[in-house]
């Protein structure tokens, strides 16, 4: 029994990593699976070494967080390393995802991939943010108080799920609580799905650039593609080091190293870089209620993207209307994220707007119409 579950373990291994047909001309914008596969990694052992230390009370955990930093041995590498891979892990997500919009991946017969790939988007925001409270700053609880407010604008109930979420009626012991424990299960859950992802890839291959089937140009992942997984694996951890000795604090907030006083608001609260895309759109909406699902709605927005592109060729290779929109949609998001990190005011709340407008009639109008356009043309180039 226990040589046929090494034989199966083996057989599993040789078929995802060293056997499996890849298309021979990927380029290396198809290694960010692995370098979120390695982030994942390192944030959950990193992530089990803090808990060790790290107390869920509003009394002591802006403390325990201190502690860490500067009794535990090598405590502050740990930390520093959880915090930036946070922000690596977006990057990375950020482009795996901009690829697979660019070179049309989630077409079918890959709709399932794309699918659970927003489910996991998804989960790391709220894994994510949950991280973000708990070091107890006030970046800390004034984030957690506005966002989990949100909740209120839902009818009925609304103002109940926040209490229940609360665990009483402001942000306290029973909060941090609930969201340590969730912070820490969710990263089990990413696996999960992570595992779920690779099983939906492995049954039809990665996409190709070209937008065409290459069942007959494939190469073996190992040696081909392992090595070229390595060759930004090992640059990943050269940056990575470069901000954890030189730059730790670069890509974080220096509000959230003064203790959460719920007495003293801060002058702008704002959450992590990686959220501001997505606070903006809620910002942008003068409705509290309607902010709140225009949020939610440019998350889940992505999954109608295989109904919505009609066009019979995959990818934005050879389409150059579609491909100068695409980085329209691009430079919209850059401009989102940074009307998130400013004050609601004149003109960032116009700006703001256009730019919420301008997201979501990319997904519903704009690559529908294109798609459209670009089919009767090559009908009619046909028929001529």
């Known amino acids: 029994m226990r040589t046929l579950k090494k034989n199966m373990l083996l057989r599993l291994v040789n078929s995802y990593i060293v056997d499996s047909p890849e298309p021979a001309n990927i380029s290396y914008l198809w290694n960010f699976g692995s370098l979120l596969g390695v982030c994942l990694v390192l944030q959950i052992l990193t992530g089990i070494f803090l808990a060790m230390h790290y107390q869920p009370h509003v009394d002591f955990a802006f403390n325990s967080v201190e502690h860490i930093m500067r009794d535990v041995n090598n405590g502050w590498a740990i930390r520093y390393t959880h915090a930036n891979v946070a922000s690596f892990f977006f990057i990375f997500v950020y482009i795996h995802i901009a690829r697979g919009l660019y070179y049309g991946s989630y077409k079918s017969p890959r709709v399932l991939l794309w699918s659970i790939g927003v489910i996991i988007l998804v989960v790391m925001m709220a894994t994510g943010f949950l991280g973000y409270v708990l070091p107890y700053g006030q970046m800390s609880l004034w984030g957690a108080t506005v966002i989990t407010n949100l909740l209120s604008a839902i009818p009925v109930f609304g103002q109940d799920l926040v209490e229940l979420i609360w665990g009483g009626f402001s942000v306290n012991n029973a909060t941090l609580n609930r969201f340590f424990s969730l912070h820490y299960l969710l990263p089990f859950l990413l696996a999960a799905l992570v595992v779920a992802h690779l099983i939906a890839l492995h049954t039809h291959g990665s996409n190709n650039p070209n937008g065409i089937g290459s069942s007959t140009d494939r190469l073996t992942m190992h040696p081909y593609f392992t090595f070229k997984d390595l060759v930004t694996i090992f640059l990943f951890f050269l940056i990575l080091s470069i901000?954890?000795?030189?730059?730790?604090?670069?890509?974080?907030?220096?509000?959230?190293?003064?203790?959460?006083?719920?007495?003293?608001?801060?002058?702008?609260?704002?959450?992590?870089?990686?959220?501001?895309?997505?606070?903006?759109?809620?910002?942008?909406?003068?409705?509290?209620?309607?902010?709140?699902?225009?949020?939610?709605?440019?998350?889940?927005?992505?999954?109608?993207?295989?109904?919505?592109?009609?066009?019979?060729?995959?990818?934005?290779?050879?389409?150059?209307?579609?491909?100068?929109?695409?980085?329209?949609?691009?430079?919209?998001?850059?401009?989102?994220?940074?009307?998130?990190?400013?004050?609601?005011?004149?003109?960032?709340?116009?700006?703001?707007?256009?730019?919420?407008a301008f997201y979501f009639l990319w997904f519903i109008l704009i690559v529908p119409v294109l798609g459209l356009s670009e089919n009767t043309i090559m009908d009619v180039a046909t028929e001529k």
């Open 243 to 356: 901000f954890v000795f030189y730059y730790p604090n670069m890509l974080g907030h220096s509000d959230n190293y003064i203790p959460a006083n719920p007495m003293q608001t801060p002058a702008s609260i704002v959450p992590e870089w990686y959220l501001l895309p997505f606070y903006a759109i809620l910002r942008s909406i003068p409705n509290k209620l309607l902010g709140v699902i225009a949020m939610f709605g440019s998350l889940f927005i992505l999954l109608i993207l295989p109904i919505t592109d009609v066009s019979r060729v995959r990818g934005n290779q050879f389409r150059p209307a579609m491909k100068l929109f695409f980085w329209f949609f691009v430079v919209n998001f850059f401009i989102l994220m940074w009307i998130g990190s400013q004050h609601p005011t004149s003109p960032y709340v116009e700006i703001g707007q256009i730019s919420t």
